[in-house]
């Protein structure tokens, strides 16, 4: 277990639950929240949508790689939340790994696919994808490709169940004894 000072990066794909446990944790702990795409909506003034429109994918993550370096530099007890590709450009997975607990926000293709078609409007990689066939391929071959790097985490943790109260409260109960209790 990581001390009580490191930082514990949640990562995971796109939709698989790390702002509402992060946030939920935080409130539960005390422990100070931060979603990695909104540090960055702040600094920049542009959302993540904006970003990827204006200026491209790869200025995208040159921006998550140096704001993850800046969490990461001054990060004391920090729960943050990562966007789902964070873990696999760059030093990203290896500097999360040297200086917190990193845990891998894992369930199954039919969770992240519902939970995206939620919220397809806000996620700019995913936005102009059709419902079926269109945004299930895409999902099954990225995340295919990321788990590679996802599984580097320390651990990995069941985020299924995040739909209601009562489950995110079960969950945050599981994650504080798992990680948080000596």
Known sequence: MNGVSDPV????????????????????????????????????????????????????????????????????????????????????????????????????TDVILRRLLAERSSRPLVASLSEGGELEDYVAVNLERRRPYYSRAASRFDSTFLETEAEVASSVSQFIEKYFQS
């Open 9 to 108: 990066f949640l990562i995971g794909y796109m939709a698989s639950g790390k702002t509402t446990l992060g946030r939920a944790l935080s409130e539960a702990t005390g422990r100070g929240f931060v979603d990695l795409d909104e540090y960055i909506e702040q600094k920049t003034g542009k959302t993540v949508s904006e970003i990827f429109a204006q200026d491209g994918e790869a200025e995208f993550r040159r921006l998550e790689t140096a704001s993850l370096g800046e969490l990461a530099a001054d990060s004391r007890g920090l729960i943050i939340a990562c966007g789902g590709g964070t873990p696999c450009f760059g030093d990203n997975m290896e500097r999360m790994n040297s200086v917190g607990l990193t845990v891998w926000l894992d369930t199954s």
